[in-house]
T-cell receptor
């Protein structure tokens, strides 16, 4: 069975600074996908960034980038130039590569607070 | 594209009552997922549909839970004889999977259930 671990329940950062959220996972699969989702207070979950396991190049989306270390089964999220609107709970999620469909497996989340 | 919608957004019920939630996926999305999220935790998979067929159910989905997607569009999740332990946020997600592509799930705002 796959598991996802987010070891930082809470993080805080000042506006304009950089913060890194950590995520590790355990799987015996070789092909899979990894995601970071953002859930602002009382608002719906939004996809931040995604990564295919067979791609060595780290994914980037504007201020968001990942550090994907397949051998170490690590998938951290770096947020550059943090903004107040980045305040949210961040979930790391794993998905097996399965054409028949498969559920996301989530970590417990990291609550990020950005202050001015 | 109006996104995934869920109704109602909030539901308060008494123990033992039945409740039904509705999810409208993004138009043309062929997969629809239900997840449950308790306070401070990541979402946990309940069940999913490929078009109108229910293809997988989690062991979390007890006999009191039933889900349908009769025409391959909207879906309903019913909980019979609710228990206080059913109090949670129920999230719906949809995705469009085409041959050779990979899947991204888009989430609705959720239905928050409180069982008294």
């Amino acid at each position: 069975a796959q598991t996802v671990t987010q070891s930082q329940p809470e993080m805080s950062v000042q506006e304009a600074e950089t913060v890194t959220l950590s995520c590790t996972y355990d799987t015996s699969e070789n092909n899979y996908y990894l995601f970071w989702y953002k859930q602002p207070p009382s608002r719906q979950m939004i996809l931040v960034i995604r990564q295919e396991a067979y791609k060595q190049q780290n994914a980037t989306e504007n201020r968001f980038s990942v550090n994907f270390q397949k051998a170490a089964k690590s998938f951290s999220l770096k947020i550059s130039d943090s903004q107040l609107g980045d305040t949210a709970m961040y979930f790391c999620a794993f998905m097996k590569h399965n054409q028949a469909g498969t559920a996301l497996i989530f970590g417990k989340g990291t609550t990020l607070s950005v202050s001015s | 594209d109006t996104g995934v919608s869920q109704d109602p957004r909030h539901k308060i019920t008494k123990r033992g009552q039945n409740v039904t939630f509705r999810c409208d996926p993004i138009s043309e999305h062929n997969r629809l997922y239900w997840y449950r999220q308790t306070l401070g935790q990541g979402p946990e998979f309940l069940t999913y549909f490929q078009n109108e067929a229910q293809l997988e159910k989690s062991r979390l989905l007890s006999d009191r839970f039933s889900a349908e997607r009769p025409k391959g569009s909207f879906s309903t999740l019913e909980i019979q004889r609710t228990e206080q332990g059913d109090s949670a946020m129920y999230l719906c997600a949809s995705s469009l999977v085409l041959s050779g592509s990979w899947e991204t799930q888009y989430f609705g705002p959720g239905t928050r259930l409180l069982v008294l």
